[in-house]
């Protein structure tokens, strides 16, 4: 069964193989335009990227003083394919199976 580790491109057979509803990736970055600007804050905040309970996935984000946890369930859903592919490298296969 293939395993996501962050860095490799996710694909779609790697999607498949990861286990439904859990985190697959997560980490930090800044909220600014060399991170991922949502405020313009300067803050550092926390992504999540999760799959579905079918292959599909989707990334979260939040301010890192909140859990992975509490960002998955409430973070704000990141909707551009730049900052997407930026976060979680992936094909097209697997990009298409993104829940806007």
């Known amino acids: 069964m293939p395993n996501y580790h962050e860095g490799d491109i996710l694909t779609l057979e790697t999607l498949k193989a990861l286990p439904p509803c859990q985190v697959f990736a997560t ?3 800044i909220d600014n335009r060399t991170g991922v600007n949502m405020t313009g804050s300067d803050k550092t905040l926390r992504w999540v ?3 579905g309970g079918i292959h599909d996935w989707a990334i979260y984000i939040h301010f890192a003083t909140f859990s992975e946890e509490y960002v998955k369930s409430s973070g704000d859903k990141i909707h551009s394919k730049d900052i ?5 490298p992936c094909d097209d296969e ?3 199976m993104y829940r806007h």
């Open 27 to 29: 980490g930090l970055t």
């Open 49 to 51: 990227a999760t799959r």
């Open 84 to 88: 997407i592919k930026k976060l979680v």
């Open 94 to 96: 697997a990009f298409a």
